[in-house]
């Protein structure tokens, strides 16, 4: 059973905000929302997490809904180099194996 | 953060040879590595977790005869693919653990192996 949902593509201008969603009904309470990334031939890269309480960094912002079912990883000004693919993981805390669904594949055209 | 590093980036071979595949944490005392395969246009799909001083464990499906893991310190991982077939050949990528959150980890860029 996937525990997470992503479209499985998206386009985003260059310059422009990329807002990519997942949802996640199935969440329980000491589960965290973790985003990661793939470029093409490359290992993945981890972008952020949290558990309920919006979160951001350098790389972007997590909104998570109050109840918690789904969330929008946000990447304000997206660049040329944001092109990959985008996992949304549902996972409890403390160290567990990281299983990557198929992701949305993230395409930004100049 | 962590700096993982992996070798060979891309390596070819013939069927029936053995390759291995080092994942180096530069940085960061690892205790814990995770080896992971992606064939292409797939997903990453997780072959085993390598535990420093122990022996490593294998997901369902993975013969772990066949892909063998060494963690003998904690900066240093090997991934042997014995007697590869062209089946093999994919696309293993290492991961580290670095403590600085959980379920926080550090890829390696991987490392193409191809089969002939």
């Known amino acids: 059973d996937a525990k997470t949902t992503q479209p499985t593509s998206m386009d985003c201008a260059e310059g422009r905000a990329a807002n990519l969603p997942c949802n996640h009904s199935?969440?329980?309470?000491?589960?965290?929302v973790y985003w990661y990334r793939q470029i093409h031939s490359q290992g993945p890269q981890y972008i952020i997490h949290?558990?309920?309480n919006n979160e951001t960094n350098e790389m972007a912002s997590l909104i998570i809904t109050e109840d918690r079912k789904s969330s929008t990883l946000i990447l304000p000004h997206a660049t040329l180099r944001d092109t990959a693919v985008y996992y949304c993981?549902?996972?409890?805390?403390?160290?567990?194996?990281?299983?990557f669904g198929k992701g949305t594949m993230l395409l930004v055209s100049p | 953060g962590a700096v993982v590093s992996q070798h060979p980036s891309w390596v070819i071979c013939k069927s029936g040879t053995s390759v291995k595949i080092e994942c180096r944490s530069l940085?960061?005392?690892?205790?814990?590595m995770f080896w992971y395969r992606q064939f292409p246009k797939q997903s990453l799909m997780l072959m085993a977790t390598s535990n420093e001083g122990s022996k490593a464990t294998y997901e369902q499906g993975v013969e772990k005869d066949k892909f063998l893991i060494n963690h003998a310190s904690l900066t240093l991982s090997t991934l042997t693919v014995t007697s590869a077939h062209p089946e093999d050949s994919s696309f293993y990528i290492c991961?580290?653990?670095?403590?600085?959150?959980?379920?926080?980890?550090?890829f390696g860029a991987g490392s193409r192996l191809t089969v002939l």
């Open positions: 993981i549902v996972l409890n805390s403390g160290y567990s194996t990281l299983t």
């Open positions: 940085d960061f005392q690892a205790t814990t």
């Open positions: 949290g558990l309920k």
């Open positions: 199935t969440i329980s309470g000491n589960e965290y």
């Open positions: 991961s580290v653990a670095t403590g600085s959150g959980a379920n926080v980890l550090t």
